[in-house]
C-alpha cells in the first residue's frame, strides 16, 4: 500500500506533518478528514511514485509542439467550466495520435486514482519537463487552473517558435559549414598526400601550412577509427556526466557565463520567472510558498539553485528584493520592480505589467543571437578553409619557381 505525506491543520489550529498509508490519495484524504482534520497539501512519497512510474516501462512521447496543443485544449476546456476529469476525457476522445492517446490514459488513471495532475504528468516522465510540471503544480495550488495553463501553453508554444527560428537562422550556415568541413577532409587524406609527391621529391622545404596539414593527414590515416570511436565514446561520458546534478549545476552555471547565449538563457528564465510569481501572487499563493512553485519552471539548475536561497531568505523574514539582487543572477530591472511592489503593495500588478517588458528582452536577445552566431560560423569556416588552400597552394608555387 503507498504511502502519502501530508500537512493538516489539526482541531487547536496548529499545523502537523506526517505520512500515513493508504489505497490512493482520496483515501488518505479520507482519513485525514476522519481524524477532525483539515489536509493542506497531500503527495504520495518519492519511492512509491518511482514505483508506480516504473510500472510504466513502454511510454511514448509526444513533440513540444504536440504538448503545446495538449495543454491549449485542456485549458480551454477548463476555462469552459468543465471539470478537470472531465476536460480530460473530453481531449482523449479528439486525441489524433496514439502516443497522445496513451499519455491521456495514464494521466486519466493516475488522476481517477487521486493523484493531482502535475503529480500525474511528473510520474509520466518526458514529455512532461519540469518547467511544464512545475506549471502545472501552480495551477493546482493556486486553483486558477485554466489561466496558468494558458500560460503554460504560450511558454511551450513560445519555446518552439525560439527553437524554429535558432534552427531557421543556423541551418543555412551549418550545411556550408558541414560542406566546407567534407572538402577539408578529402583534400587533407586524399588530394594533398598526391600533390605533395612531386614537391617532397624535389626536397623543398614546405611551408609551415603544409606541414601541420601533412601531420594532420597522417594522423587521420593512422587513426580514423580510434577517432570515431574516441568520439563516440565522448558523446556518451559527456551525456552521463550532465546527468548528476553537480555536474549539470557546473554546466548550467558556464552556460550563463557564455556572452550571447547566456544572456538569451536568462532573459527566457527570468520572463517565465516575472510572470508565473506574478500570477501565483494574484492568485492568492503566500510570497513564502510561490517561490518554491515557480523554481521548477526555470529549466536552469544555476537559476533553480538561486531561486532556492532567495526562498530560504524569504522564510527567515527579509524581503523578496534583497536576497534576489545578492543571487547576481536577475536583472536590475527585476529587483527595482520587486522592491517597490512590496513596498506599495502591488506585488502581482508590477510583476505582471513587467513580464512583457521581459519578453521583449528574450525577442531582442533572440535577434542578436541569431545574427551572431551564423557569422561567427561562417568566419570560422572561412579561416579553416583559407588555412588549407594556404597550405596546398604555398608548395605548388614553389615548385613552380624551383622549375623555372
Known amino acids: 500500500m503507498p504511502s502519502f505525506r501530508y500537512q ?54 509526444i513533440s513540444r509542439a504536440e504538448l503545446a496543443d495538449l495543454v491549449r485544449e485542456l485549458a480551454t476546456a477548463l476555462e469552459a467550466g468543465l471539470p478537470l476529469m472531465q476536460a480530460l476525457r473530453t481531449v482523449r476522445k479528439q486525441a489524433a495520435s496514439k502516443n497522445l492517446q496513451a499519455i491521456l490514459d495514464f494521466v486519466i488513471e493516475r488522476v481517477e486514482a487521486g493523484v493531482t495532475l502535475h503529480q500525474a504528468a511528473k510520474e509520466y516522465g518526458a514529455p512532461f ?114 546527468a548528476s546534478p553537480s555536474n549539470r549545476l557546473r554546466f548550467d552555471a558556464f552556460v550563463l557565463r557564455m556572452p550571447v547565449a547566456g544572456r538569451l538563457v536568462r532573459d527566457i528564465a527570468v520572463a517565465r520567472f516575472t510572470r508565473t510569481l ?35 531568505k524569504v522564510t527567515t523574514g527579509q524581503s523578496l528584493a534583497e536576497p534576489l539582487e545578492r543571487s547576481g543572477h536577475f536583472p536590475p530591472l527585476l529587483v527595482q520592480i520587486v522592491n517597490i511592489g512590496e513596498r506599495s503593495g502591488r506585488l502581482e500588478q508590477m510583476l505582471l505589467h513587467a513580464a512583457g517588458s521581459f519578453d521583449r528582452q528574450v525577442n531582442n536577445s533572440l535577434k542578436l543571437f541569431t545574427r551572431v552566431l551564423p557569422t561567427i560560423l561562417l568566419i570560422v569556416m572561412a579561416l579553416i578553409a583559407s588555412f588549407v588552400l594556404a597550405a596546398i597552394l604555398l608548395p605548388i608555387i614553389e615548385l613552380q619557381k624551383a622549375v623555372v
Open 278 to 312: 506574478g500570477t501565483l501572487v494574484s492568485a492568492g499563493i503566500p510570497i513564502l510558498s510561490a517561490p518554491k512553485i515557480v523554481r521548477d519552471t526555470l529549466g536552469n539548475s544555476a537559476l533553480t539553485q538561486a531561486v532556492d536561497r532567495v526562498s530560504d
Open 8 to 61: 493538516a491543520i489539526t482541531t487547536d489550529g496548529s499545523v502537523q506533518a506526517g505520512t500515513l498509508n493508504a489505497p490512493d490519495r482520496n483515501s488518505a484524504l479520507k482519513l485525514i478528514s476522519q481524524r477532525g482534520e483539515t489536509p493542506l497539501e497531500i503527495e504520495m512519497s518519492d519511492a512509491d511514485a518511482a514505483a508506480v512510474a516504473g510500472r510504466r516501462y513502454s511510454r511514448p512521447s
Open 129 to 242: 519537463d519540469d518547467m511544464t510540471t512545475g506549471m502545472l503544480r501552480a495551477a493546482d495550488a493556486s486553483g486558477r487552473n485554466a489561466e496558468i495553463m494558458h500560460q503554460l501553453a504560450d511558454l511551450l508554444e513560445r519555446s518552439v517558435e525560439l527553437r524554429r527560428e535558432i534552427v531557421g537562422a543556423i541551418i543555412y550556415p551549418l550545411m556550408i559549414a558541414g560542406l566546407i568541413a567534407v572538402s577539408v577532409v578529402i583534400l587533407i587524406v586524399f588530394v594533398l598526400p598526391r600533390v605533395m609527391k612531386p614537391i617532397m621529391n624535389a626536397s623543398l622545404d614546405l611551408p609551415m601550412p603544409t606541414v601541420v596539414l601533412m601531420n594532420i593527414s597522417d594522423f587521420l590515416a593512422a587513426w580514423w577509427l580510434v577517432i570515431i570511436g574516441a568520439g563516440v565514446m565522448a558523446y556518451v561520458g559527456g551525456r552521463n556526466w550532465l
